[in-house]
């Protein structure tokens, strides 16, 4: 599927107020981890950093959710230490990650991301698809959701400005975590909905077609496919 295609129905399986506040709250959530982290001294300030942007990460993440209705839940990991933000649609299925490297390295494969990572597995490495541009969200339905990741990038420790992220991202991994379908800034993703064709329809008898295209699968072997073996804790 083509990255403009897989825009289109994110674009279409979700309001532009979620992405909106996503872009809002992700900024003021770093924020607040640096100033309530700054008094502590070194060598630990560096350290109570990271965690907490991964804590106010996932809770900017369930307040967008909670702001456009959509489902949210504090899911658990396995085994249990902490717990992350999951966002549900019928068509997504969304999780926050704070890295320094975007999707340049894989994160961790830790078994909640290997799982929403999995969602994808009905998803191929990119195709020419131009002559099925139009695509509706729905026709996700006929083979599955997709997952992603609300990708924060944090500033590198020497970076003076350590109070914000140098981007929001929307991250849609292969299914094993090593390569990607969507790597997209949220301003650009909000700025999609603007230029979203009115009839945006893939017809049933085109999707056979663009199926028949995708016949080149994600690289990988079994044991490529298993989680590390590593705490689910950031």
């Known amino acids: 599927m083509t990255s403009s295609a897989l825009t289109s129905a994110i674009c279409q399986s979700t309001s532009k107020q979620f992405w909106m506040e996503c872009d809002e709250y992700f900024p003021a959530g770093f924020k607040l981890a640096f100033d309530e982290t700054r008094p502590i001294d070194e060598p630990w300030q560096p350290t109570a950093l990271g965690q907490h942007r991964t804590f106010r990460s996932h809770e900017a993440l369930r307040r967008a959710a909670r702001g456009a209705d959509l489902v949210e839940e504090a899911s658990h990991t396995s085994p249990r230490g902490w717990r992350y933000c999951e966002v549900t649609t019928s068509d997504l299925t969304l999780t926050a990650l704070v ?136």
């Not at 929403?116 to 990119?126: E, F, S, T």
């Not at 996700?140 to 992220?165: M, N, R, W, Y």
């Not at 650009?188 to 077609?209: G, R």
Request: glycine share 6%.
């Open 99 to 234: 890295t320094k490297v975007g999707a340049k390295r894989p994160p961790r494969r830790t078994k909640y991301r290997m799982t929403i990572a999995g969602c994808n597995h009905w998803l191929h490495p990119p195709v020419s698809l131009d002559l099925f541009s139009e695509f509706e969200a729905s026709s996700i339905e006929k083979d599955g959701k997709i997952g992603g990741f609300l990708t924060i990038v944090a500033p590198p420790s020497h970076h003076p400005a350590q109070d914000c992220p140098l981007g929001v991202y929307l991250w849609v991994p292969y299914s094993n975590l090593r390569g990607t379908h969507l790597y997209l800034p949220i301003s650009t993703l909000i700025s999609s909905y603007d230029t979203l064709p009115t009839n945006s329809v893939l017809s049933d008898m085109a999707w056979p077609k663009i199926k028949q295209n995708l016949k080149q699968v994600e690289d990988t072997d079994n044991q490529s496919d298993q989680p590390d073996n590593q705490s689910d804790q950031p």
